[in-house]
């Protein structure tokens, strides 16, 4: 359960930021656009470095928390240099962003598949997912919401606010991998 909120709380902030890029950033469309472009392609490469540092180290938990962390810092930063208005500085941080926060799917799906087993993946993907979906919509929704009547910076405020929320629900989880131990017998 506590993954559960955790992962939808970061995919919540992810659907978030790219929908309300545009709004966060006093760039022209087609820059931001290719931020966006940037997040995803950068989100790539970090799930897939996430996939091999799980599968060489089996430290779901610490590897969790890298991603999360470093999630947290850069949005915390972005948010801090969102003022400036320098492109290179957007693209930057906004290419970290994404290899962070997107990285950080499959290894929720990992993670969850460990702790859950041996119920079928398909049941933990699936209800991550829904988390995710669910998380995104009502996220995206307050804060567009709150971007219109109060500013960027209060947006970006809850943003961050979720983020440590589900950074201090991942301290909590305790690391079982039940799969990992019955992988490890046979």
């Not at 693209?91 to 962003?97: A, K, N, P, T």
């Not at 499959?106 to 699936?126: D, M, N, V």
Request: with cysteine.
């Amino acid at each position: 359960m506590l993954l559960l909120v955790n992962y939808g709380l970061i995919v919540g902030v992810y659907y978030a930021v790219s929908t309300l890029l545009s709004q966060l950033l006093s760039h022209e469309a087609a820059t931001v656009g290719l931020m966006g472009a940037l997040m995803v392609i950068t989100g790539l490469f970090g799930s897939v470095l996430g996939g091999i540092l799980l599968d060489k180290t089996k430290a779901f938990k610490k590897i969790s928390l890298v991603f999360y962390v470093f999630t947290l810092i850069c949005c915390s930063i972005f948010t801090g240099v969102l003022m400036l208005g320098n492109k290179v500085t957007d693209f930057v941080l906004i290419g970290v962003l994404g290899f962070f926060m997107t990285g950080y799917l499959p290894i929720g799906f990992e993670f969850a598949a460990e702790l859950t087993y041996p119920e079928p993946e398909a049941i933990s993907s699936g209800l991550l997912n829904w988390a995710g979906m669910t998380f995104g919509l009502v996220t995206t929704q307050i804060c567009q919401i709150v971007i219109v009547k109060l500013g960027i910076f209060p947006t970006c405020g809850i943003m961050i606010g979720m983020l440590v929320i589900g950074l201090c629900l991942l301290f909590a989880i305790k690391e079982d991998l039940r799969r990992h131990q019955v992988e490890q017998k046979t």
